[in-house]
């Protein structure tokens, strides 16, 4: 890792590139290149057949500028230092201070390289790479660039090995409270990696760590336990306190979430009837439960009776029998 400042004095880790990934990514480059480069000075054989040796001459100087150093100049200013070959091999261009690169710092890495890479096949750049502790060529050191590595491989991560079967559960009384998390972090890395160490090495790191944490806690470890398992024992009980407390806090946000409400509501219960709870619910799953709510006595509403309508009495004198069919019109006068 390099230790690059920027200009907030901020320190940044970056791997810089080396000479076999830089080189790769040039082969790619130089290759994609080339190819673009003969196809224009082919296009440009066919089109200026009737010139001039003069200007042939120009225009195959003109193509090669164009192609062979403007191209990739151009590419580098865009994408921000990362040509087709860099983002191949996982690398980009950046400034000493770790920002990105601009116009001015690809067109002095570009000059460069026609002298270092193009004129003489490379060789000048590798010889600066391979002296340059960043592996920077001269461009790199003309311009204020650096090559670093974009893709790092993630780091393995290894699961701490559980305490012998005997021990599980005989360090629930132990306080843990005072110890570090500088001390926790050496214990873990010893039990990842204690099979890699020479015995002998690792058991007195073993019976460091153990008086450490012994000191810290104030508890001796039990008679007759080695100190591997003694450590490896603290840091089981260490992570089942954890779970414990992360199952815990994820309990009882839930039981928040789930709380009565202070809006109206109809809760669904043993009854059916209007409580104080925030949303539906059956049996007082959600709210204040059913069995919280005194149930809601319901007068009965009475319904006077319905008279039916009353019938015309009938026209005295005359029987409904004597009286002539209804036709709808009125008779004349």
Known sequence: MSGVVTGDAVVLGLQPARLPSRALAVLVDLAVVWAAYLLVMIGLAVATASLDEAAVTAVSIAAFLLVLVGAPIAVETLSHGRSLGKMACGLRVVRDDGGPIRFRHALVRGAMGVVEILMTLGVVACVASLVSERGRRLGDVFAGTLVVRER????????????????????????????????????????????????????????????ELVARTGTPPPAGVPAEAYLAGAVAERQARDARRAFAETGSGHGAGRGAGAGPGVVAGAGTGTGAGGGFGGGGAFGVPAAAVPPVAVAPVSVPPVAPPASAPPATGSSREDAPPATGFAPPA
Request: no cysteine; proline share 15%; hydrophobic share 45%.
């Open 152 to 211: 790092m491989p993630a780091a393995r991560v290894r699961p701490v090995p559980p305490p012998p079967p005997w021990l599980v559960g005989r360090f629930a009384g132990l306080d843990l409270s005072a110890v570090p998390e500088a001390l926790w972090l050496e214990v873990r890395q010893y039990l990842t990696r204690a099979r890699e160490l020479d015995p002998a090495v690792g058991r007195q790191l073993a019976e460091r760590l153990a008086g």
